[in-house]
């Protein structure tokens, strides 16, 4: 008997998002990519002319953010269905274009940023008072202000602009690798059945109550990387050497800097994370011995780090999901509970089940003038729960710039802040849950999920960003990357954090690099998954304990997207990122949850 995923057409239509809100037909798609070449001449019309006043300025700015928005849909709808239909050559063909144009419209636009520099800040400051449209625009120039000596010729911006298209070429044959031609043979349970392992089904078969699904998974999921290993490093070698020619031309110090920079984040908080996480491994190592003791395992092996804890774990189906996690977050007011229970069950955000050819994990995506889309593979349990809070909250704080920003501009927020949105939901989420059921095998789910969250944000990905920080120096210093170099590299540092408590296999794990093909060619993207969470769980603690204007303050930070900086941003919300504070604040929330399942596994003898 075998477990097999079901085909796109066997998903029921309410389980299976709008994109039909974007563009009804793939023949609607076509028409607005052909008024799009109309657009991108008239942004054209403005070239060179933006020191002739205020007024020519606002015009550019409102053809600008027509554009921006027309070629966001198409490239949101392209990506859509393409996600949950990899292996459809039609949709294929229809994202590879999307990213085409992308990259002409940003190429359209290069000549802007230099001609307002040449214009100078002091007069520019000036005309936000002259012309009524300009008004917003100060966070902005500010921004601009801030980057101005990175801000390259219009020729420069131009050419950047044009091989953003090219350059996505290592990222994409990274993504359809995994997804599209490479095979997975089958999980084998001990009782002899099969399981499909795909993109969609591998989170469900690593949490696998029998041992040897576990174990099987694990180890065909990553042979089949490993049958690519030269495939998969020729590209991530060149999506970092990407990376440190954009920093070059640009003119930052480093790869790190270029990163952080661009997103106006100081360095030290990418240190202050690594520095705290190294020092709280021992929390880490005091975690794996702790599951290895309530397992009842001589050895804990690397499938068994999300092995099932709870002897009765709880069945949650989808629409159960959504009541609980609207419940938990009504700490921020009826209306924003109101508004994620009815995008989840009426209005078709999310694409839920997974099905043939889907992509594998879960994002939010969309832009101003779509809904805030969310992609999944839904399983009934607290994982698939979890997931679906962590997606809303995203969503939600997507829906409330877009109902809060009226230009393009600051409709789209940082990284670093967006993560700290999709965190935090899933804090509340667990609070309530935690709150609302003493039972201590529900009370044992919880946290073995919370732990598993925790493994992937607090363990996996500053394991990832300091792999990543490595591969990029060793890139600015000329050093070469290969297979065996990077899995090598990466297996010394999973070899830290799992200490003497877990038995490594090196290979295996050394190929988890080629598991995270959209995070890694991000450009230090990794480590913001640990200060969202860190941040996530610090503003958590303060709604939660009733602080006065808490709540208010994070309804605030979301609606702020992308109008103030991001570090401003959360100081809004009630957090300093700057600070090393709120990582070792979440450590001690991690400590705690060590510390609770210490105590409940002790109490069944």
Do not use: C
Not at 107 to 112: G, L, S, T
Not at 152 to 168: K, N, T, W, Y
Not at 208 to 237: G, I, P
């Amino acid at each position: 008997m075998s477990t097999v995923a079901r085909k796109r057409e066997e998903i029921p239509q309410q389980y299976k998002w709008d994109v039909e809100s974007i563009f009804a037909t793939p023949e609607e798609w076509e028409t607005a990519v052909s008024q799009l070449q109309n657009q991108l001449k008239k942004i054209g019309q403005y070239k060179g002319r933006l020191d002739e006043g205020p007024a020519v300025l606002a015009d550019y700015l409102d053809a600008a953010d027509e554009l921006m928005t027309a070629v966001g849909k198409i490239f949101v709808y392209a990506g859509l269905t393409y996600s949950v239909d990899t292996t459809n050559q039609e949709t294929a063909a229809r994202n590879d274009r999307a990213r085409g144009l992308f990259g002409m419209a940003i190429a359209a636009n290069a000549f802007a940023q230099p001609e307002m520099l040449a214009i100078g800040f002091d007069t520019l400051r000036d005309w936000l008072t002259q012309e009524e449209r300009l008004a917003d625009y100060e966070h902005y120039l500010d921004r601009l202000e801030q980057q101005q000596e990175y801000v390259q010729s219009a020729e420069v911006e131009q050419v950047l602009g044009l091989v953003r298209d090219a350059f996505g070429t290592a990222s994409a044959t990274q993504s359809v690798l995994p997804t599209a031609d490479l095979q997975y043979e089958p999980a084998v349970g001990s009782d002899g059945q099969e399981h499909d392992v795909t993109q969609g089904t591998i989170g469900g078969l690593l949490t696998h109550a029998d041992r040897e699904v576990r174990r099987t998974a694990w180890t065909h999921y990553a042979d089949a990387h490993l049958a690519f290993k030269n495939t998969m490093a020729n590209a991530l070698a060149a999506g970092i050497k990407q990376d440190v020619f954009n920093m070059r031309v640009r003119g930052y110090k480093n790869s790190l800097e270029a990163a952080l920079s661009s997103n106006f984040i100081p360095t030290k908080v990418f240190h202050n994370l690594i520095d705290t996480y190294k020092a709280n491994l021992p929390t880490w190592h005091r975690y794996w011995a702790i599951r290895r003791r309530a397992l009842e395992y001589d050895t804990l092996y690397p499938y068994d780090v999300k092995a099932p804890l709870s002897l009765d774990p709880p069945e949650v189906p989808y629409e159960t999901a959504v009541d609980w996690i609207a419940t938990g977050m009504l700490p921020l007011g009826q209306e924003y509970a109101g508004t994620l229970r009815r995008g989840a069950l009426e209005n078709r955000w999310v694409d839920v089940y997974p099905n043939q050819g889907k992509r594998m994990g879960a994002f939010s995506s969309g832009v101003k003038g779509t809904q805030p889309f969310i992609m999944m593979s839904y399983t009934d349990d607290l994982f698939g729960l979890s997931t679906l809070a962590h997606e809303l909250g995203h969503s939600m704080h997507s829906y409330l710039t877009w109902q809060t920003q009226q230009n393009m501009i600051y409709s789209r927020y940082g990284l670093f802040v967006a993560e700290v949105a999709s965190n935090f939901n899933q804090a509340m989420v667990r609070a309530h849950l935690l709150e609302n059921n003493s039972d201590p095998e529900f009370q044992i789910a919880v946290i073995e999920e919370a732990m598993s969250n925790f493994h992937r944000y607090f363990f996996i990905m500053p394991t990832l960003a300091r792999f990543e920080l490595e591969i990029h120096e060793r890139v600015e210093r000329g050093q070469a990357l290969n297979a065996d170099t990077l899995i090598d590299l990466l297996a010394n540092l999973f070899s830290e954090g799992f200490g003497d408590e877990v038995e490594m296999d090196r290979e295996r794990v050394g190929i988890t690099w080629a598991q995270f093909h959209t995070h890694l060619y991000s450009n230090f993207y990794v480590y913001q998954y640990a200060t969202g969470i860190s941040a996530a769980h610090a503003l958590a603690q303060n709604i939660l304990a009733g602080d006065n204007g808490a709540a208010d303050n994070y309804l605030s930070f979301l609606k702020a997207g992308g109008s103030v900086f991001p570090l401003d941003a959360l100081k809004i919300a009630g957090v300093d990122m700057t600070s090393p504070e709120p990582v070792e604040t979440t450590f001690g929330v991690l400590a705690g949850y060590v510390d609770r399942l210490e105590a409940l596994v002790g109490q069944r003898g």
